[in-house]
């Protein structure tokens, strides 16, 4: 089976600090994606990377950055945590890069609370 | 992405085949549906996807119609574990999923 992995199931930092959550997979997944999903705004795309040092933006990249130096481990930056920041994280992962068909396996998400 | 209707809410009797429909009017040719689901506090869960044809697995069936305007997701012996929301999306290509509001299924003991 998939293995997702997200290091925290719940954090708390202060308006201001520099936040950093991980992800990891262990079954060699080319795609990883980091979303925040909200009541009544769904499951929102921050960033997703197909590769090793690549990132692409998605929806809603603002206050966020990425890195994704090994194949298997995708973090998400927040450079100045903001209490609108405050949501549920999830990272997921997918095979391959030019599938159609491949679908994306979760973590169970690190719900963050900025105060 | 097609968008995609589904039923706010569903009750199903513990031990019964639980019949989730899904509607995909815009679809087209080359999207696939998939099927997640969602338990209270959790990630999303990948259950089932396909393109024309009925797939199974050993979480549930996926029906689709043969104008691939509706499909329904089958789970043939519900249990309590099973109450979630579920999401039916239909997508093409390999960014970011979108889900709409589910069905947020209940299991009756």
């Known amino acids: 089976d998939v293995k997702v992995t997200q290091s925290s199931r719940y954090l708390v930092k202060r308006t201001g600090e520099k936040v950093f959550l991980e992800c990891v997979q262990d079954?060699?997944?080319?795609?990883m994606f980091w979303y925040r999903q909200d009541p009544g705004l769904g499951l929102r795309l921050i960033y997703f990377?197909?590769?090793?040092?690549?990132?692409e933006k998605g929806d809603i990249p603002e206050g966020y950055s990425v890195s994704r130096e090994k194949k298997e481990r995708f973090s998400l930056i927040l450079e100045s945590a903001s209490t609108n920041q405050t949501s549920m994280y999830l990272c997921?992962?997918?095979?391959?890069?030019?599938?159609?068909?491949?679908?994306?396996?979760f973590g169970d998400g690190t719900r963050l609370s900025i105060l | 992405d097609a968008k995609t209707t589904q039923p706010t809410s569903m009750d199903c009797a513990e031990g019964r085949a639980a019949n989730l429909p899904c509607n995909h009017s815009?679809?087209?040719?080359?999207?696939?549906v998939y099927w997640y689901r969602q338990i209270h506090s959790q990630g999303p869960q990948y259950i089932i996807h396909g393109l024309k044809n009925n797939e199974t697995n050993e979480m549930a069936s996926l029906i689709i119609t043969e104008d691939r305007k509706s499909s329904t997701l089958i789970l043939p012996h519900a249990t309590l574990r099973d109450t979630a929301v579920y999401y039916c999306?239909?997508?093409?290509?390999?960014?970011?999923?979108?889900f709409g509001k589910g069905t947020h299924l209940i299991i009756q003991p």
């Open positions: 990377s197909y590769d090793v040092k690549m990132k």
């Open positions: 815009t679809i087209s040719g080359n999207e696939y």
């Open positions: 999306i239909v997508r093409v290509g390999a960014r970011g999923l979108t």
């Open positions: 997921a992962s997918s095979l391959f890069a030019g599938a159609f068909n491949q679908p994306q396996h």
């Open positions: 079954m060699d997944h080319e795609n």
